[in-house]
Nanobody
């Protein structure tokens, strides 16, 4: 089992920045691909960004590319999401997710993730 705890959300004006963190605990001895997803009110949860177990591979949703950066520090069992140039449409609950990864791959499909955090609210005001 892996437990994930997100932090770093909050209220920010459009154009501002936030950095989300996700700390993993439990069976962190196993390699995990990690991802960030978000869910706005009345909408389905959607993919934002993902990274491979080493951090060498990354992938972004079109809405995040060029503005968001995913990174990880395996020594700290932490994955980050740096969000710049935030827009009101980025308002959502952001979730961290993990899945055991034997191969160095990026996972973008919600259904392939085994572990989820409780989420952190990001609100972008105009």
């Amino acid at each position: 089992q892996v437990q994930l705890v997100e932090s770093g959300g909050g209220l920010v004006q459009a154009g501002g920045s936030l950095r989300l963190s996700c700390v993993a605990s439990g069976r962190t001895d196993r390699s995990h691909a990690m991802g960030w997803f978000r869910q706005a009110p009345g909408k389905d949860r959607e993919f934002v960004a993902a990274t491979s177990r080493s951090g060498g591979l990354t992938r972004y949703a079109d809405s995040a590319r060029g503005r968001f950066t995913i990174s990880r520090d395996n020594a700290k069992n932490t994955v980050y999401l740096q969000m710049n140039s935030l827009k009101t449409e980025d308002t959502a609950v952001y979730y961290c997710a993990a899945t055991v990864s034997i191969q160095p791959v990026v996972v973008v499909t919600i259904g392939r993730y085994d572990y989820w955090g409780q989420g952190t609210q990001v609100t972008v005001s105009s």
